[in-house]
C-alpha cells in the first residue's frame, strides 16, 4: 500500500494511522545505524537537495546523514550561498532547481509557509525541515518516536511543554501530533511567551511551571527564540530561569519515571539546569539518534520506496 503523501509540510496533514506507519518503518530504519557499514541501496538513483536559510546543526547533519545511509545523492544549499544574496526570487531558485530534476527537496526557511509554496509550484516532493514559526514536521515525529520508544505507548499520556510556545514551531507540531495521537497537552510559559488562543490549539494553558509538571509523563522543555522576537519579552534571563527553569526540585512534581526531552539547541542554566539535562531521565540525545531514523523513514516513504520493494 502506498504512503499517500507527496510532500511533508505539517502533522495536521498525517493521521493517527500515517503517524504510526512512520514510526513503524522508522524502527525497521533504526537498526541501520548501528550496523559496521551504515548504508543501504534503498535510495540509489534518487537526488535530494538541502535547502537551508537558516542556521541549523541537528536537523540538517540527520537529514544528510539519513539521505547518504539510504544510498540518496545529495546536495546542501546554504542561503549565503545562493543566487538568493543576488536577488533571485525563491521561485525562480525552486524552478531552476526543478529543471536538474532532484526527487526530493528538503527545505528550512524563516518565512512561515514557504515549503508549501514551493510544493504549489514544483513538480518535486518537498519536505519542511522548519518554516519560521509555523511548523516543524519532522522534529514531532521524532519526537513520538522517542516517546513510544521509552513510554510504549502515547495515547492517554500527559505531556507538559514548557518555555517560548509562541515563537516555536516545535510546539505547534508537537501539538497537533500529540493530540492526533490521544495524549494530553499541557503548555507553560510566560503571559508574553504564550500564543493568543493558545487554549483553542487543544491543549491545556498554564502561566506557572509548577501545575503542568504536576503528574506529568513527559516534560520537554523549549529555549527562548530570541531570534524570533521583535523587542525583548523577559526581564531577564535569570528571572525566567527562576521561576520557569527545570531544575531537580520541581522536575519531582512531574511522576517519578517522567522523561525529559529537548529539541536542541539547549541554553543551559536558562530553560533547564545541567543536572536535569544530564540527568537519568533525560532522552535527548535519544531524540537526536531517533531523528536519523524519521527523516530515514520519511525519505524511503515519499520516495514510494514501498513500491520499488514490491
Known sequence: MSFGHKHILGMDQLSADDITRILDTADSFKEISAREIKKVPTLRGKTIINIFFEASTR??????????????????????????????TLEDTARNLEAMHPDIIVMRHGHSGAPHYLAERCNFSVINAGDGAHEHPTQALLDLMTIRDKKGTIGGLTVAIVGDIAHSRVARSNIIALNTMGARVRLAGPRTLLPTGADRLGAEVFTDIKGALDGADVVMMLRIQQERQGSPLLPSNREYSRFFGLNPDNLQRAKEDAIVMHPGPMNRGVEIASSVADGPRNVILDQVENGVAVRMALLYLISGGEKMAE
Open 59 to 88: 536537523t540538517r547533519a540527520s537529514f544528510e546523514i539519513a539521505e547518504k545511509r539510504l544510498s540518496a545523492d545529495t546536495l546542501n544549499i546554504s542561503a549565503s550561498t545562493s543566487a538568493l544574496v543576488k536577488g533571485e
